[in-house]
Each structure stands twice: as structure tokens, then as C-alpha cells.
């Protein structure tokens, strides 16, 4: 599957309060969740975001709190995916469990600028930028999270595993 | 190759003699947690798997303690579901306004982890279990809803690092001053994926409820946990509370660390992290001055009783100042209750302070003490991100309950010694 979006550029230690924050939590309908989407990052981030647009972050993106709200809240939001050096550990999971594609990319994630539109492959985890001259690599997926991915999620994965077992 | 002590208790867990860094196990849970903000998410997930029970009744605990008692028709539902989820599943450890707790204060008091556990939580600071020798750590609602209905869950064996604590505490020196310094020098993600082990001669004499606030704040720098060794501390705080049994497990002499750090408890002064990174970490003596205009004392970070006691020993006879609202949150009724006998809260109450029934209210910025725009406050919890209390242009300066307690009085960041106090044991 390959997603060609526009540019959103954050710096690093993205925390979950930033991309979600707290005070909204007591609803997670994801029309309240999208509309306050990175609101405390930028407060102009919810009505500027079109569905298919990227994030490119820096380091420690989604640091802070397990909620699964935030990748939720990104996907709800429109971003088809989220690109930086290194992820928070878990919100990598989560994304990953949620399907929300989300990529270790440092020299993709240093190099693309805010406004671009570029081309991300996710079965080669090769990054397009119409700025650079080489496709850039992404960290290719472990394989049991593209096992996971493949059964369509954790829990299609685990709705497999627990019948097997019935 | 030897095994760390977070490797040794996930290869149990998952049948094996051995694991090794980056490797994929599937591993048995001793306990799954969630609370009113995640457990909405993982019951709904939990309901697409087509079982009809959870993997042990006993062993699935869903604390309604952020936004609860309820704080408006929204949460109420919220933790509702929990509600009728934990009667329809007949879930054992059930807990509410009245009995409940803040997670990371209630778990532990009640009994429900030990030693050698694998748990998970449906939030980020389960972390906080591994001051009793337990592998614990956060996950999302999805992982969740699978260890809900399996009992199971994946984990990427993390690599570790060492933290060695010797030396001399100086005055008002706490659990929290510790680990804010080492937050302060290695960074919000100089820990991250990794399993931080605890230890060194300075940590053998630190109190239980000082261990948990250490443990708690591993999440702070990235890392999967935070565990401590076993030992008398431990032991004598999970008798007669531990219903179950229990395995000790020690790291081997020749387990392999990517990095191992050595502090000297002589140079450590009170820490205070600025806005808004918890590792933004600066001596009391550079922080003194600053003007506030709220102070929280408590959380899962500091809502124990030694934290309680502390802030009352400072509060003693003094006033808080006009300017500063102090609000006091205890973890658990138990605690409460305790704070109340030893004449703790009477004392706090005198010197002009709020006290709370146990909820994360004010540490998430949910209700019970919101900042507006351009306030300051002082907080013993453990985040200082950008509006984590409130309105986004407001501030949050983290530090310990001494620290905490002395600057109510003081109407500005400050240190007890200010005030005169010497430190009792
Ligand atoms: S007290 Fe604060 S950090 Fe602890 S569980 Fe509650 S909201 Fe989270």
C-alpha cells in the first residue's frame, strides 16, 4: 500500500498530552477526538489536517501515557501516517495494534520539510520526497508485527488465536 | 550470557531457561489493569473477540480513579462500563468511590502484585509494581482486551540498564529527588524500550512508599519498567497483604547491561523539573525563588503515606501562604484513613490545606484543581508536559512532598531547610 500526503512537521518528545490532551479523554468518540487533535502542539493543527496528510516528528514521538486515545485521535484526524527517528514504546504498540502506519525513518525524518508531499510505501518502507534524490528506508516492520498487521490487527489476531483454541 | 532481573521473570513467565534482548516471547500475566479512560476502549475491543469470559476473574482489576467520583455525564458513563463490565464478568477485585484508590497506590496496598509478577496495565505508570520486584508495564487498551480474554500477552524482551545509588542522603533528600536527578541526566528517552534496574547500596535503605515513587517515574525516561531487587523492605511490606505466592528472582552476577550509571547521593540536593519535560531538572538552590500559584501534594508519584507525613511535619504550626492554594490528594481510602489516625490530615487542614478523596484528578488536569492561563504550580506528580494541568499556557514545576509542602508555606519555590526544619528520621 503506498500514501501520497502533505507535510506536517513537529520537533521531539511529542508527548500523548499534546497529541490528545487529558481534558478530553472522558469521551473517546472520535469526532471529539479529532477535533482536538495535537491542539496543545499547534492549536491551529484540527482544522488545518485533510484526511491522507503525514506527520513527520522528531525523536521519542507519542512519549507520556498509554492512551490509546492518541494514535486513535491521529487516525481520526485524518493522518495517514506518522514518520520520525524513534516512537515511544507504547505507542508504537498501540499504533501498530490500532493500524495506524507509523515509521522509523531518522534521515527521512531530518531531511523532509513542512508543506511537502511525498510518497511513503509501506510494504518496502521506502519514503519519496520530490526534494531528494534517493528514496529514503524505513525500519523494515519485526516479523511478528506483520503477522499481526496481516490478520488485520491485534484483535482479529486474537479472535483467531482463541477460536483455534475453542 | 546471564539474564537481568526483568529478563529472568519474562522468561519464567513465558517457559523458557532463557531470553535474550529483542526477542519476541508471548508471556503469561499474572494481572491486567485498566482504568476509566482506558477500560471504555478495551471492553469495546474485548466484545469483537467473541469470548465470553475473562482468562481469570480474579486476576483482572478495572479502577475507575481519573475521572471518578464522576466529574460529568461523559465520565460518569465511562466508568460505568467498567462498572457493568466488572459485574457481568464477575470480576473479584472490584473497587469504587468509597474503597477505591489511584491505581498505582491501590494494587500494591491491597495486595494484588508481588514479587517475581508479570503485569500489565492500560497505563503508562504500572511501571510503578516493579519497586516490588515485579515485572509491570504499561500498554494500550488493545493489548489489553487480548490479555482480558487470553491471559497472554506479546512482549519484545527489553535490554537493560543499571542504576547504582551509593553514598550519604542529604537533608530532605527523597525517593523522588533521586529519580528526577537521574531523569535530569540521562534524558526523557535515555531509558526508552529498556528495562532500568535499580540498586546500590543507598537503595537498600530506602522506605517502600520511596521505592514505589522511583518506580513510577521509569516511564518518565522512556523505559518498558523499573525494578528493584527483593529484599527485608520488600518483604516486610507484602506481609500479611499478598494473598497469593510469590517468586524472588535476582539478576546473575554476569548479566549484560547496555549502560550502567554510578550516583553519588552526596551530590544530589532536592530536584525540582521545570516546564516541560520531567527531565528539565535543576537543584533546589538554582530553583529557590520562584513565585507559584498552586501546590498539589500527591498522585501515584506522592500520595503515599510517607509522603503525607512528610508534608505535615513541614505544615506543623505553620500557615500556607495567602497566595497559594494547596491541595492534598491522598492514593487510597486506607491512606486516608491512616493520614486521619496519625492526626496527619487535621494538621494539613489547619494550615489552610485542600484535602481530596483519592482520584487523579488535579495530576491530569481533570478536574479538582485546574490551572488557567499563565498559572503556576508546584506538583509532586510526575508529568510537567504542556497543559497536563490545565490550561496550555499554564506551568507545572515537579518535585518531592518536602520540597512541595515547604513552598506552600514559603508562597515560592523554597527548601524546608528555609523554614529551620531539620529532617527526622
Ligand atoms: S495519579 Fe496521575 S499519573 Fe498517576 S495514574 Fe492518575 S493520572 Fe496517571
Same mark, same amino acid.
Given at each position: 500500500?503506498?500514501?501520497?500526503?502533505?507535510?506536517?512537521?513537529?520537533?521531539?518528545?511529542?508527548?500523548?498530552?499534546?497529541?490528545?490532551?487529558?481534558?478530553?479523554?472522558?469521551?473517546?468518540?472520535?469526532?471529539?477526538?479529532?477535533?482536538?487533535?495535537?491542539?496543545?502542539?499547534?492549536?491551529?493543527?484540527?482544522?488545518? !489536517?485533510?484526511?491522507?496528510?503525514?506527520?513527520?516528528?522528531?525523536?521519542?514521538?507519542?512519549?507520556?501515557?498509554?492512551?490509546?486515545?492518541?494514535?486513535?485521535?491521529?487516525?481520526?484526524?485524518? !493522518?495517514?501516517? !506518522?514518520?520520525?527517528?524513534?516512537?515511544?514504546?507504547?505507542?508504537?504498540?498501540?499504533?501498530?495494534?490500532?493500524?495506524?502506519?507509523?515509521?522509523?525513518?531518522?534521515?527521512?525524518?531530518?531531511?523532509?520539510?513542512?508543506?511537502?508531499?511525498?510518497?511513503?510505501?509501506?510494504?518496502?518502507?521506502?519514503?519519496?520526497?520530490?526534494?531528494?534524490?534517493?528514496?529514503?528506508?524505513?525500519?523494515?516492520?519485526?516479523?511478528?508485527?506483520?503477522?499481526?498487521?496481516?490478520?488485520?490487527?491485534?484483535?482479529?489476531?486474537?479472535?483467531?488465536? !482463541?477460536?483455534?483454541?475453542? | 550470557?546471564?539474564?537481568?532481573?526483568?529478563?529472568?521473570?519474562?522468561?519464567?513467565?513465558?517457559?523458557?531457561?532463557?531470553?535474550?534482548? +529483542?526477542?519476541?516471547?508471548?508471556?503469561?500475566?499474572?494481572?491486567?489493569?485498566?482504568?476509566?479512560?482506558?477500560?471504555?476502549?478495551?471492553?469495546?475491543?474485548?466484545?469483537?473477540?467473541?469470548?465470553?469470559?475473562?482468562?481469570?476473574?480474579?486476576?483482572?482489576?478495572?479502577?475507575?480513579?481519573?475521572?471518578?467520583?464522576?466529574?460529568?455525564?461523559?465520565? #460518569?458513563?465511562?466508568?460505568?462500563?467498567?462498572?457493568?463490565?466488572?459485574? /457481568?464478568?464477575?470480576?473479584?477485585?472490584?473497587?469504587?468511590?468509597?474503597?477505591?484508590?489511584?491505581?498505582?497506590?491501590?494494587?500494591?496496598?491491597?495486595?494484588?502484585? +508481588?514479587?517475581?509478577?508479570?503485569?500489565?496495565?492500560?497505563?503508562?505508570?504500572?511501571?510503578?509494581?516493579?519497586?516490588?520486584?515485579?515485572?509491570?508495564?504499561?500498554?494500550?487498551?488493545?493489548?489489553?482486551?487480548?490479555?482480558?480474554?487470553?491471559?497472554?500477552?506479546?512482549?519484545?524482551?527489553?535490554?537493560?540498564?543499571?542504576?547504582?545509588?551509593?553514598?550519604?542522603?542529604?537533608?530532605?533528600?527523597?525517593?523522588?529527588?533521586?529519580?528526577?536527578?537521574? $531523569?535530569?541526566? $540521562?534524558? @526523557?528517552?535515555?531509558?526508552?524500550?529498556?528495562?532500568?534496574?535499580? +540498586?546500590?547500596?543507598?537503595?537498600?535503605?530506602?522506605?517502600?512508599?520511596?521505592?514505589?515513587?522511583?518506580?513510577?517515574?521509569?516511564? %518518565?525516561?522512556?523505559?518498558?519498567?523499573? $525494578?528493584?531487587?527483593?529484599?527485608?523492605?520488600?518483604?516486610?511490606? $507484602?506481609?500479611?497483604?499478598?494473598?497469593?505466592?510469590?517468586?524472588?528472582?535476582?539478576?546473575?552476577?554476569?548479566?549484560?547491561?547496555?549502560?550502567?550509571?554510578?550516583?553519588?547521593?552526596?551530590?544530589?540536593?532536592?530536584?525540582?523539573?521545570?516546564?516541560?519535560?520531567?527531565?528539565?531538572?535543576?537543584?533546589?538552590?538554582?530553583?529557590?525563588?520562584?513565585?507559584?500559584?498552586? @501546590?498539589?501534594? +500527591?498522585?501515584?508519584?506522592?500520595?503515599?503515606?510517607?509522603?503525607?507525613?512528610?508534608?505535615?511535619?513541614?505544615?506543623?504550626?505553620?500557615?500556607?501562604?495567602?497566595?497559594? /492554594?494547596?491541595?492534598?490528594?491522598?492514593?487510597?481510602?486506607?491512606?486516608?484513613?491512616?493520614?486521619?489516625?496519625?492526626?496527619?490530615?487535621?494538621?494539613?487542614?489547619?494550615?489552610?490545606?485542600?484535602?481530596?478523596?483519592?482520584?487523579?484528578?488535579?495530576?491530569?488536569?481533570?478536574?479538582?484543581?485546574?490551572? #488557567?492561563?499563565? %498559572?503556576?504550580?508546584?506538583?509532586?506528580?510526575?508529568?510537567?508536559?504542556?497543559?497536563?494541568?490545565?490550561?496550555?499556557?499554564?506551568?507545572?514545576?515537579?518535585?518531592?512532598?518536602?520540597?512541595?509542602?515547604?513552598?506552600?508555606?514559603?508562597? /515560592?519555590?523554597?527548601?524546608? #531547610?528555609?523554614?529551620?526544619?531539620? %529532617?527526622?528520621?
Amino acid at each position: 500500500m503506498t500514501i501520497t500526503g502533505r507535510v506536517w512537521k513537529f520537533g521531539d518528545n511529542i508527548d500523548t498530552d499534546a497529541i490528545i490532551p487529558a481534558r478530553y479523554l472522558n469521551s473517546a468518540d472520535p469526532a471529539n477526538l479529532a477535533a482536538h487533535c495535537m491542539e496543545d502542539a499547534d492549536p491551529t493543527f484540527p482544522s488545518k !489536517v485533510r484526511p491522507g496528510d503525514i506527520i513527520v516528528a522528531g525523536r521519542n514521538f507519542g512519549c507520556g501515557s498509554s492512551r490509546e486515545h492518541a494514535p486513535l485521535a491521529l487516525k481520526a484526524a485524518g !493522518v495517514a501516517c !506518522v514518520i520520525a527517528p524513534s516512537f515511544a514504546r507504547i505507542f508504537y504498540r498501540n499504533a501498530i495494534n490500532i493500524g495506524l502506519p507509523i515509521l522509523e525513518a531518522p534521515e527521512a525524518a531530518a531531511a523532509i520539510s513542512e508543506g511537502e508531499t511525498i510518497t511513503v510505501d509501506l510494504a518496502t518502507g521506502q519514503i519519496t520526497s520530490p526534494n531528494a534524490p534517493e528514496p529514503f528506508r524505513a525500519k523494515p516492520f519485526p516479523p511478528f508485527m506483520q503477522e499481526l498487521m496481516d490478520a488485520g490487527g491485534l484483535i482479529a489476531y486474537t479472535r483467531k488465536k !482463541v477460536n483455534r483454541h475453542a | 550470557m546471564g539474564l537481568t532481573l526483568s529478563q529472568k521473570i519474562l522468561a519464567a513467565h513465558a517457559g523458557k531457561d532463557y531470553v535474550e534482548p +529483542g526477542e519476541l516471547i508471548n508471556c503469561k500475566v499474572d494481572l491486567a489493569l485498566a482504568n476509566d479512560i482506558t477500560a471504555p476502549v478495551a471492553i469495546q475491543e474485548f466484545n469483537k473477540i467473541g469470548v465470553d469470559r475473562v482468562f481469570d476473574p480474579d486476576r483482572v482489576v478495572l479502577v475507575p480513579d481519573h475521572f471518578v467520583p464522576n466529574k460529568d455525564i461523559k465520565s #460518569a458513563e465511562q466508568a460505568k462500563m467498567l462498572r457493568d463490565f466488572s459485574r /457481568r464478568y464477575g470480576l473479584t477485585n472490584r473497587f469504587d468511590v468509597g474503597t477505591m484508590g489511584i491505581e498505582h497506590c491501590l494494587l500494591p496496598e491491597q495486595g494484588l502484585v +508481588g514479587p517475581g509478577d508479570v503485569v500489565i496495565g492500560a497505563d503508562s505508570h504500572t511501571c510503578t509494581y516493579g519497586a516490588l520486584g515485579a515485572f509491570s508495564t504499561g500498554v494500550g487498551s488493545t493489548d489489553l482486551a487480548a490479555a482480558m480474554a487470553t491471559g497472554e500477552v506479546w512482549f519484545k524482551v527489553p535490554a537493560a540498564s543499571k542504576f547504582t545509588y551509593y553514598g550519604k542522603r542529604r537533608p530532605w533528600v527523597s525517593g523522588k529527588d533521586l529519580i528526577l536527578y537521574t $531523569i535530569g541526566k $540521562i534524558g @526523557v528517552d535515555g531509558a526508552l524500550y529498556q528495562s532500568m534496574e535499580f +540498586g546500590g547500596e543507598a537503595i537498600s535503605s530506602l522506605s517502600m512508599d520511596s521505592r514505589f515513587t522511583m518506580a513510577n517515574m521509569a516511564i %518518565e525516561a522512556g523505559a518498558k519498567n523499573g $525494578i528493584f531487587p527483593v529484599d527485608e523492605i520488600t518483604l516486610q511490606y $507484602i506481609k500479611g497483604r499478598l494473598k497469593r505466592d510469590y517468586r524472588i528472582f535476582t539478576a546473575d552476577p554476569d548479566a549484560e547491561y547496555v549502560a550502567e550509571y554510578e550516583f553519588n547521593l552526596d551530590e544530589i540536593e532536592p530536584q525540582v523539573a521545570f516546564p516541560h519535560l520531567p527531565s528539565n531538572t535543576k537543584g533546589i538552590s538554582e530553583a529557590a525563588g520562584l513565585t507559584i500559584d498552586q @501546590v498539589v501534594i +500527591g498522585s501515584c508519584t506522592n500520595g503515599r503515606l510517607e509522603d503525607l507525613r512528610v508534608a505535615a511535619q513541614i505544615l506543623q504550626g505553620r500557615q500556607v501562604h495567602p497566595e497559594i /492554594r494547596l491541595i492534598v490528594f491522598p492514593g487510597t481510602q486506607q491512606i486516608y484513613l491512616d493520614a486521619l489516625r496519625e492526626g496527619i490530615i487535621e494538621t494539613l487542614i489547619s494550615a489552610g490545606a485542600a484535602v481530596s478523596t483519592p482520584t487523579c484528578g488535579p495530576c491530569l488536569g481533570g478536574h479538582m484543581g485546574i490551572l #488557567a492561563k499563565g %498559572e503556576r504550580a508546584l506538583s509532586t506528580t510526575n508529568r510537567n508536559f504542556v497543559g497536563r494541568m490545565g490550561h496550555p499556557e499554564s506551568e507545572v514545576y515537579l518535585c518531592s512532598p518536602a520540597i512541595a509542602a515547604a513552598s506552600a508555606v514559603l508562597g /515560592r519555590i523554597g527548601s524546608p #531547610a528555609e523554614l529551620g526544619l531539620k %529532617e527526622v528520621d
